[in-house]
């Protein structure tokens, strides 16, 4: 079969993921339950289904995300554990999300943060996110300095524990603008990577276009005061979104990680040859709230990556959709010298800090290098 790159890692996916809801729903079920209010989500393995479409798709690694009330820490580990080779997880206070969902605990900063510090102290999770913890409630009306206090704990544990966080603000009605947000937290921790999930354009923002992927490139190609340890995942991206990261001198090949919403249940592949954009992902109110089937998300995405391969050149699609990833949260790869390095025009002045791209400590293989 032909593979797209030399190491293909999906950095977003859902594998305990959501068919229906645990108890009957009040009224429409959306198929997005996420707040405490909404209840808890009976959590499904798909993992079968999953190994089947990474062989069929080339996919050598998926990155693994908890999210909605019902899926735990502790489920994505099991999957680590038993498919060390495959899988990666994440961890958010998942266990506080379902108590508070069955009315046995009220969300507070503190019981978030001890949750989450608990399952970076095994070494085993990657990064805090899918969503940054806060408190769900939908009657909560957030101002932006107690957001980005909330945040700073987050962000001060992904800088002891040397892993990632997600930014998914973006998502939230608040009165003030969230990417302002983004820009404070990647100046005061520059050295914390910071994943913007989907790269801002998430489930129904087909309606925006490219606006978001815009607002997300403006921070991440910040040449003053942070920006460089932004990550913009493009998942659900079609082909044209990539052309503008990679058209930004600031932005490029360097700070994009290929990745999706692989598993997540509640959303539909829409194509509109024609239209902006050419094809989204989103939940549709006028259909089945969850598919009947699973969506082909790998399918849909290496098409747009074929597109996306007339505007550069292997070496540097090699990092998007691999190397990036495989750098920043120290994954295992077959062999050294697999990954562009050296290369002023790509990484600037720095270029040095890239040699070797890949340490040895992170080779599976280093006996077999020539």
């Known amino acids: 079969m032909h593979y797209e790159a030399r190491y293909v890692i999906d950095t977003h996916g859902h594998i305990t993921t959501l068919y229906q809801p645990k108890d009957k729903p009040k009224g429409f079920w959306s198929g997005l339950p996420a707040a405490p209010d909404e209840g808890e989500v009976k959590p499904y393995d798909n993992s079968a289904l999953c190994l089947y479409d990474m062989e069929r798709y080339g996919i050598d690694m998926l990155l693994l995300k908890p999210s909605v009330v019902g899926t735990?820490?502790?489920?994505?580990?099991?999957?680590?554990?038993?498919?060390?080779?495959?899988?990666?997880?994440?961890?958010?206070?998942?266990?506080?999300?379902?108590?508070?969902?069955?009315?046995?605990?009220?969300?507070?900063l503190q019981a978030a943060a001890d949750e989450i510090e608990a399952a970076l102290q095994t070494g085993t999770y990657i990064g805090i996110g899918e969503f940054v913890p806060r408190d769900w409630d939908r009657q909560k009306v957030y101002g932006f300095k107690e957001r980005l206090d909330?945040?700073?704990?987050?962000?001060?544990?992904?800088?002891?524990?040397?892993?990632?966080?997600?930014?998914?603000?973006?998502?939230?009605?608040?009165?003030?603008?969230?990417?302002?947000?983004?820009?404070?937290?990647?100046?005061?921790?520059?050295?914390?990577?910071?994943?913007?999930?989907?790269?801002?354009?998430?489930?129904?923002?087909?309606?925006?276009?490219?606006?978001?992927?815009?607002?997300?490139?403006?921070?991440?190609?910040?040449?003053?005061?942070?920006?460089?340890?932004?990550?913009?995942?493009?998942?659900?991206?079609?082909?044209?979104?990539?052309?503008?990261?990679?058209?930004?001198?600031?932005?490029?090949?360097?700070?994009?990680?290929?990745g999706g919403d692989y598993g997540h249940v509640p959303q539909y592949i829409v194509s509109q040859p024609g239209k902006k954009p050419s094809s989204f992902s989103s939940a549709m109110k006028r259909w089945p709230a969850v598919p009947g089937?699973?969506?082909?998300?790998?399918?849909?995405?290496?098409?747009?990556?074929?597109?996306?391969?007339?505007?550069?050149?292997?070496?540097?699609?090699?990092?998007?959709?691999?190397?990036?990833?495989?750098?920043?949260?120290?994954?295992?790869v077959p062999y050294e010298r697999m990954f562009m390095e050296g290369r002023p025009d790509i990484w600037g002045i720095h270029y040095q800090d890239f040699m070797p791209f890949i340490p040895k400590d992170q080779v599976k293989n280093p006996d077999k290098e020539e």
């Open 72 to 108: 735990t820490n502790e489920k994505q580990m099991e999957l680590v554990e038993k498919y060390p080779d495959k899988f990666r997880s994440f961890c958010c206070d998942q266990k506080l999300k379902i108590a508070c969902a069955r009315g046995e605990a009220k969300w507070t």
């Open 150 to 258: 909330e945040y700073r704990v987050f962000c001060e544990l992904a800088q002891k524990y040397e892993v990632s966080i997600d930014f998914h603000d973006f998502t939230w009605p608040y009165e003030w603008d969230p990417w302002t947000l983004l820009k404070r937290l990647a100046g005061e921790f520059s050295k914390v990577p910071i994943i913007i999930c989907h790269g801002g354009h998430s489930i129904g923002h087909y309606t925006l276009d490219d606006r978001n992927i815009r607002s997300a490139l403006e921070v991440a190609g910040m040449a003053i005061g942070g920006g460089a340890n932004l990550f913009l995942e493009t998942g659900t991206w079609p082909a044209e979104y990539f052309k503008l990261a990679l058209d930004d001198p600031n932005v490029g090949p360097t700070q994009l990680l290929w």
């Open 293 to 332: 089937y699973q969506i082909d998300w790998w399918g849909w995405a290496i098409h747009q990556i074929h597109k996306v391969r007339d505007l550069i050149s292997q070496d540097e699609l090699n990092l998007i959709m691999g190397g990036n990833a495989a750098r920043l949260w120290k994954l295992p």
